[in-house]
């Protein structure tokens, strides 16, 4: 390993050390947090709104439950993928909040506080692009749009990388994967560019 990849691990190992000892939020699950699961490289970093309770948490590796088995969004995350030859273990993947909230209605008070966390993580990362999950945390990292259409499958240049939102890839949403097919060839393209 490197200098540089010591440097990039030690900081991220620091800035995991500083999100554990955060007490801003007090409506927030005390669960025991992983702030960064690493692909294959960093070039694509796929933003969730906030941690579950159980999956990844627990079980150390995105996208799956502790059990082992893919979650039902991985099951719709990995079939987009593959439609641009990528899979779930070649992206970064973190939450836009580090903390569980308790509830959905604190999601933007924790999202404030988290966000100098998101913008140092993005910082170390370096990410190419950016891909929010829904419109959560498009909120959370692209602030200011009127409504979630005008700006999802949109390429949006910002300081720390490309945006593109994408319709969370849920099965409760009836256009989480056929709504996403034609974004991911706009991620393509930009890849390829």
Request: net charge positive; glycine share 6%.
């Amino acid at each position: 390993m490197s200098n540089n990849n010591d440097t990039f691990i030690n900081d991220l190992e620091s800035l995991h050390k500083e999100i554990c000892s955060c007490a801003k939020c007090i409506h927030r699950d005390l669960c025991a947090p992983t702030y960064t699961y690493l692909g294959k490289d960093n070039r694509i970093l796929i933003l969730g709104e906030a941690p579950a309770k159980n999956g990844w948490r627990i079980s150390g590796r995105a996208w799956y439950e502790p059990s082992g088995k893919i979650t039902a969004t991985g099951k719709i995350l990995k079939q987009l993928l593959s439609e641009i030859g990528l899979t779930l273990e070649d992206l970064s993947f973190t939450e836009a909040v580090k903390c569980a909230p308790l509830a959905p209605k604190f999601l933007k008070e924790c999202g404030k506080n988290c966000y100098p966390f998101l913008l140092r993580q993005l910082e170390i990362l370096k990410p190419k692009i950016i891909i929010p999950l829904g419109v959560r945390a498009t909120e959370l990292i692209l602030p200011k749009f009127n409504k979630f259409s005008d700006v999802v499958g949109c390429s949006h240049q910002t300081e720390f990388g490309i945006v593109i939102p994408i319709y969370h890839p849920s099965p409760i949403s009836p256009i989480g994967y056929k709504a996403n097919v034609p974004i991911m060839q706009t991620i393509k393209d930009i890849l390829g560019s």
